[in-house]
């Protein structure tokens, strides 16, 4: 295999997997829009309201901009800081054929599947670092 047709079939499958990433995030939108409309018009505070907009870019930045290896600053800082907490270098995918996000270590150039629990111990960090930088930047 040529270096040429090994570099095409690795960009075809990381737009493959983008595109994938954006169909999950397409169903999920279209599933929370539904739920919102079958709720009632709630009056909430504006710290809620603000706790909400955090919530949402955070779950933003996590699903997609962290996964599709964004050069985002934002999505640098969190990943560095993250990687500094642990000590290890990580790359979050949703590798073809999965519904969940997956974890994997990177040791050398070999990357290896974090396991529960530490893959819930890294999520959590992931998410509060996250919601943390969102809150701390937004207006």
């Known amino acids: ?4 047709h090994s570099y095409e079939t690795r960009r075809m499958l990381k737009t493959y997997g983008r595109q994938l ?3 999950r995030r397409l169903a999920r939108f279209k599933q929370s829009l539904a ?9 909430i505070s504006r710290l809620a309201k603000r706790r909400m907009l955090v919530e949402q870019v ?3 930045i996590v699903e997609n ?9 934002v999505v640098l800082e969190i990943l560095q800081q993250l990687n500094r907490e642990f000590g290890e270098t990580f790359r979050f995918e949703y590798p073809p054929a999965e519904v969940d996000l997956q974890i994997f270590r990177l040791v050398g150039e070999d990357p290896m599947e ?3 629990p530490e893959r819930h111990h890294v999520f959590n960090r992931l998410w509060e ?9 937004m207006l």
């Open 129 to 137: 670092i996250t919601l943390e930088r969102v809150n701390d930047t």
């Open 58 to 60: 955070a779950r933003e």
């Open 21 to 23: 990433t954006s169909a």
């Open 35 to 43: 739920a919102a409309g079958a709720e009632e018009e709630v009056t």
């Open 114 to 116: 974090v396991t529960d």
């Open 65 to 73: 901009l962290i996964v599709s290896g964004s050069e985002n600053e």
């Open 1 to 4: 295999m040529s270096a040429a």
